[in-house]
T-cell receptor, first 112, second 113 residues
Framework: DVKVTQSSRYLVKRTGEKVFLECVQDMDHENMFWYRQDPGLGLRLIYF???????EKGDIPEGYSVSREKKERFSLILESASTNQTSMYLC???????????FGSGTRLTVV | DQQVKQNSPSLSVQEGRISILNCDYTNSMFDYFLWYKKYPAEGPTFLISISSIKDKNEDGRFTVFLNKSAKHLSLHIVPSQPGDSAVYFC????????????FGTGTSLTVIP
Protein backbone atom coordinates (compact mmCIF):
# COMPACT_ATOMS: atom_id res chain seq x y z
CA ASP A 1 0.00 0.00 0.00
CA VAL A 2 1.15 3.47 -0.85
CA LYS A 3 1.70 5.56 2.21
CA VAL A 4 1.69 9.32 2.33
CA THR A 5 2.74 10.63 5.71
CA GLN A 6 2.22 14.15 6.95
CA SER A 7 4.42 14.91 9.91
CA SER A 8 1.87 16.73 12.04
CA ARG A 9 -1.84 16.11 12.54
CA TYR A 10 -2.46 19.35 14.42
CA LEU A 11 -0.47 22.57 14.55
CA VAL A 12 -1.08 25.88 16.24
CA LYS A 13 1.09 28.78 15.12
CA ARG A 14 1.16 32.49 15.71
CA THR A 15 0.58 35.14 13.07
CA GLY A 16 3.84 36.00 11.33
CA GLU A 17 5.57 32.71 12.10
CA LYS A 18 7.25 30.69 9.39
CA VAL A 19 5.55 27.32 9.15
CA PHE A 20 6.79 24.12 7.56
CA LEU A 21 4.44 21.29 6.65
CA GLU A 22 6.19 18.09 5.70
CA CYS A 23 4.97 15.27 3.50
CA VAL A 24 6.71 12.02 2.69
CA GLN A 25 5.58 9.25 0.34
CA ASP A 26 7.13 5.82 0.16
CA MET A 27 6.18 4.60 -3.31
CA ASP A 28 8.54 6.50 -5.59
CA HIS A 29 5.75 8.65 -7.04
CA GLU A 30 6.74 11.40 -9.41
CA ASN A 31 3.85 13.73 -8.68
CA MET A 32 3.13 15.34 -5.35
CA PHE A 33 0.52 17.93 -4.42
CA TRP A 34 -0.52 20.25 -1.63
CA TYR A 35 -4.19 21.08 -1.19
CA ARG A 36 -6.13 22.92 1.41
CA GLN A 37 -9.65 22.02 2.37
CA ASP A 38 -12.11 24.59 3.66
CA PRO A 39 -15.83 24.17 4.30
CA GLY A 40 -17.88 25.08 1.26
CA LEU A 41 -14.79 25.47 -0.91
CA GLY A 42 -13.76 21.86 -1.34
CA LEU A 43 -10.16 21.01 -2.13
CA ARG A 44 -8.05 23.75 -3.64
CA LEU A 45 -4.63 23.12 -5.14
CA ILE A 46 -1.83 25.23 -3.70
CA TYR A 47 1.29 23.83 -5.40
CA PHE A 48 2.36 20.66 -7.09
CA UNK A 49 5.58 19.06 -8.21
CA UNK A 50 6.14 16.53 -10.96
CA UNK A 51 9.82 15.91 -10.29
CA UNK A 52 12.63 16.65 -7.88
CA UNK A 53 13.36 20.38 -7.70
CA UNK A 54 10.41 21.08 -9.97
CA UNK A 55 7.36 22.99 -8.75
CA GLU A 56 4.31 24.55 -10.28
CA LYS A 57 1.74 26.92 -8.86
CA GLY A 58 -1.74 25.65 -8.36
CA ASP A 59 -4.90 27.68 -8.01
CA ILE A 60 -4.08 29.48 -4.74
CA PRO A 61 -0.29 29.78 -4.33
CA GLU A 62 -0.24 33.22 -2.71
CA GLY A 63 1.39 33.18 0.70
CA TYR A 64 2.91 29.74 0.17
CA SER A 65 6.07 28.23 -1.22
CA VAL A 66 7.25 24.64 -1.61
CA SER A 67 10.41 22.62 -1.67
CA ARG A 68 11.15 19.27 -3.23
CA GLU A 69 14.79 18.37 -2.72
CA LYS A 70 14.18 14.63 -2.70
CA LYS A 71 11.64 12.61 -4.64
CA GLU A 72 9.88 11.29 -1.56
CA ARG A 73 9.53 14.59 0.29
CA PHE A 74 7.43 17.63 -0.55
CA SER A 75 7.34 20.51 1.90
CA LEU A 76 4.85 23.35 2.08
CA ILE A 77 6.11 26.60 3.59
CA LEU A 78 4.07 29.45 4.92
CA GLU A 79 6.57 32.30 4.92
CA SER A 80 4.57 34.45 7.33
CA ALA A 81 1.49 32.72 8.64
CA SER A 82 -1.79 34.61 8.65
CA THR A 83 -5.14 33.78 10.20
CA ASN A 84 -6.70 33.20 6.77
CA GLN A 85 -4.31 30.29 6.35
CA THR A 86 -6.08 28.40 9.12
CA SER A 87 -7.20 25.28 7.29
CA MET A 88 -6.84 21.56 6.76
CA TYR A 89 -3.80 20.90 4.58
CA LEU A 90 -3.66 17.73 2.53
CA CYS A 91 -0.69 16.26 0.75
CA UNK A 92 -1.20 13.79 -2.08
CA UNK A 93 0.94 11.80 -4.46
CA UNK A 94 0.48 9.80 -7.62
CA UNK A 95 2.75 8.13 -10.16
CA UNK A 96 2.70 9.41 -13.68
CA UNK A 97 -0.52 8.47 -15.45
CA UNK A 98 -2.49 7.13 -12.55
CA UNK A 99 -6.13 6.96 -11.80
CA UNK A 100 -6.13 9.13 -8.71
CA UNK A 101 -4.36 10.39 -5.69
CA UNK A 102 -3.26 8.87 -2.45
CA PHE A 103 -3.75 11.43 0.27
CA GLY A 104 -2.03 11.85 3.59
CA SER A 105 -4.04 12.14 6.78
CA GLY A 106 -3.94 15.90 6.71
CA THR A 107 -2.60 18.63 8.97
CA ARG A 108 -5.07 20.84 10.75
CA LEU A 109 -3.29 24.20 11.04
CA THR A 110 -4.63 26.94 13.25
CA VAL A 111 -3.02 30.38 13.05
CA VAL A 112 -3.78 32.59 16.01
CA ASP B 1 -14.31 28.31 -12.43
CA GLN B 2 -16.17 25.46 -10.81
CA GLN B 3 -16.11 22.71 -13.41
CA VAL B 4 -17.30 20.08 -10.97
CA LYS B 5 -20.20 21.01 -8.72
CA GLN B 6 -21.85 19.39 -5.76
CA ASN B 7 -24.89 21.49 -5.03
CA SER B 8 -25.94 19.75 -1.84
CA PRO B 9 -23.59 20.57 1.02
CA SER B 10 -25.25 18.06 3.32
CA LEU B 11 -27.51 15.03 3.30
CA SER B 12 -29.11 13.03 6.12
CA VAL B 13 -30.36 9.51 5.60
CA GLN B 14 -31.74 6.81 7.87
CA GLU B 15 -29.63 3.72 8.35
CA GLY B 16 -30.58 1.03 5.85
CA ARG B 17 -32.00 3.45 3.30
CA ILE B 18 -30.39 4.62 0.08
CA SER B 19 -28.06 7.62 0.00
CA ILE B 20 -27.79 9.47 -3.29
CA LEU B 21 -25.04 12.02 -3.71
CA ASN B 22 -25.03 14.14 -6.84
CA CYS B 23 -22.35 15.82 -8.90
CA ASP B 24 -22.65 17.97 -12.02
CA TYR B 25 -19.90 18.93 -14.42
CA THR B 26 -19.50 21.38 -17.25
CA ASN B 27 -16.83 19.89 -19.50
CA SER B 28 -18.01 17.13 -21.82
CA MET B 29 -14.38 16.16 -22.47
CA PHE B 30 -13.86 14.67 -19.00
CA ASP B 31 -13.02 11.02 -19.58
CA TYR B 32 -13.32 9.68 -16.06
CA PHE B 33 -14.60 10.62 -12.67
CA LEU B 34 -13.73 9.65 -9.13
CA TRP B 35 -15.41 9.74 -5.76
CA TYR B 36 -13.45 10.27 -2.58
CA LYS B 37 -14.63 9.82 0.97
CA LYS B 38 -13.25 11.87 3.82
CA TYR B 39 -13.67 11.43 7.56
CA PRO B 40 -12.94 14.35 9.88
CA ALA B 41 -9.23 14.77 10.66
CA GLU B 42 -8.27 12.28 7.97
CA GLY B 43 -7.24 12.57 4.35
CA PRO B 44 -9.65 11.64 1.56
CA THR B 45 -9.59 8.05 0.41
CA PHE B 46 -10.48 6.83 -3.04
CA LEU B 47 -13.91 5.21 -3.13
CA ILE B 48 -14.98 4.44 -6.68
CA SER B 49 -14.42 5.66 -10.21
CA ILE B 50 -16.19 5.54 -13.55
CA SER B 51 -14.93 5.88 -17.08
CA SER B 52 -16.87 8.03 -19.50
CA ILE B 53 -17.39 4.99 -21.73
CA LYS B 54 -19.59 3.45 -19.05
CA ASP B 55 -22.82 4.57 -17.48
CA LYS B 56 -22.57 2.53 -14.31
CA ASN B 57 -19.90 1.10 -12.05
CA GLU B 58 -20.66 -0.93 -8.98
CA ASP B 59 -18.51 -1.92 -6.02
CA GLY B 60 -20.36 -3.60 -3.20
CA ARG B 61 -22.80 -1.15 -1.63
CA PHE B 62 -21.51 1.71 -3.80
CA THR B 63 -22.68 2.39 -7.33
CA VAL B 64 -21.82 5.36 -9.48
CA PHE B 65 -24.07 6.33 -12.38
CA LEU B 66 -23.01 8.60 -15.21
CA ASN B 67 -25.42 10.50 -17.43
CA LYS B 68 -23.25 12.11 -20.08
CA SER B 69 -26.06 13.91 -21.86
CA ALA B 70 -26.99 15.65 -18.61
CA LYS B 71 -23.35 16.00 -17.48
CA HIS B 72 -24.36 14.45 -14.20
CA LEU B 73 -23.10 11.67 -12.02
CA SER B 74 -24.43 10.25 -8.82
CA LEU B 75 -23.15 7.98 -6.10
CA HIS B 76 -25.63 5.55 -4.58
CA ILE B 77 -24.97 3.86 -1.27
CA VAL B 78 -27.28 0.97 -0.48
CA PRO B 79 -27.89 0.20 2.30
CA SER B 80 -26.48 3.19 4.11
CA GLN B 81 -24.61 2.53 7.34
CA PRO B 82 -23.58 4.89 10.15
CA GLY B 83 -19.94 4.33 9.18
CA ASP B 84 -20.70 5.92 5.82
CA SER B 85 -21.11 9.29 7.55
CA ALA B 86 -18.38 11.38 5.93
CA VAL B 87 -17.79 14.08 3.36
CA TYR B 88 -17.88 12.83 -0.22
CA PHE B 89 -16.06 14.60 -3.04
CA CYS B 90 -16.45 13.99 -6.74
CA UNK B 91 -13.47 14.76 -8.97
CA UNK B 92 -12.58 14.92 -12.66
CA UNK B 93 -9.11 15.15 -14.21
CA UNK B 94 -7.74 18.35 -15.65
CA UNK B 95 -6.46 17.44 -19.07
CA UNK B 96 -2.85 18.04 -20.05
CA UNK B 97 -1.90 19.10 -16.55
CA UNK B 98 -0.16 16.06 -15.16
CA UNK B 99 -2.64 14.38 -12.89
CA UNK B 100 -4.39 17.39 -11.45
CA UNK B 101 -8.07 17.13 -10.65
CA UNK B 102 -11.07 19.36 -10.34
CA PHE B 103 -12.82 18.65 -7.05
CA GLY B 104 -16.37 19.38 -6.09
CA THR B 105 -17.05 21.22 -2.86
CA GLY B 106 -18.18 18.06 -1.10
CA THR B 107 -21.38 16.69 0.38
CA SER B 108 -21.48 15.83 4.06
CA LEU B 109 -23.47 12.64 4.54
CA THR B 110 -24.93 11.77 7.92
CA VAL B 111 -26.43 8.32 8.32
CA ILE B 112 -28.78 8.26 11.28
CA PRO B 113 -28.88 4.99 13.24
Amino acid sequence: DVKVTQSSRYLVKRTGEKVFLECVQDMDHENMFWYRQDPGLGLRLIYFSYDVKMKEKGDIPEGYSVSREKKERFSLILESASTNQTSMYLCASTPTANYGYTFGSGTRLTVV
Amino acid sequence: DQQVKQNSPSLSVQEGRISILNCDYTNSMFDYFLWYKKYPAEGPTFLISISSIKDKNEDGRFTVFLNKSAKHLSLHIVPSQPGDSAVYFCAAPKRLTGNQFYFGTGTSLTVIP
